[in-house]
């Protein structure tokens, strides 16, 4: 597939990009929240691991004697805790993603209608590639 370059400026790969309906400055305010809300997801991450272990800890150290149930109740967590985690692990993608579109100053347009999204829907959801108009023809 060949690169061209249109007459903003942008590189296509044989599609139609649009450039950012943003400012430097708007994509700045927009990259530190998203950057902002990638810590603190892959903070999530870090602690829901710690409890795992905790929890593989304490279940060899315990000093009550094994029952069926606690088992169970215990291995439910685990599983919850690690759906959690493979949840924020998406989430961290879908983030780093909006961070590349901001770089590549792709950012805010949707990639079904080809339009600016609206400023109050990235703040909201900062890494969506659809307007709120495509959202509703989806349902």
Do not use: W
Not at 26 to 52: G, P, W
Not at 81 to 92: D, P, S
Not at 111 to 128: D, M, N, Q, S, Y
């Amino acid at each position: 597939m060949s690169t061209n370059v249109d007459a903003n400026g942008t590189k296509t790969n044989g599609t139609t990009q649009r450039r950012t309906p943003f400012s430097d400055s708007e994509l700045a305010e927009f990259n530190d929240l998203i950057v902002q809300k990638r810590e603190s997801a892959l903070e999530d991450i870090e602690t829901m691991r710690a409890q795992i272990e905790d929890s593989r800890e304490h279940e060899s150290d315990s000093a009550y004697s094994f029952h069926m149930a606690d088992a169970g109740t215990d291995a439910m967590e685990r599983e919850k805790l690690y759906l959690m985690i493979a949840r924020q692990q998406k989430y961290v993608g879908y983030l780093e993603r909006a961070l590349e579109r901001i770089e590549n100053k792709t950012y805010g347009v949707c990639k079904v209608t080809g339009k600016p999204i609206a400023k109050e829907r990235l703040r909201a959801v900062p890494h969506t590639e659809i307007s709120i108009e495509a959202k509703r023809k989806q349902k």
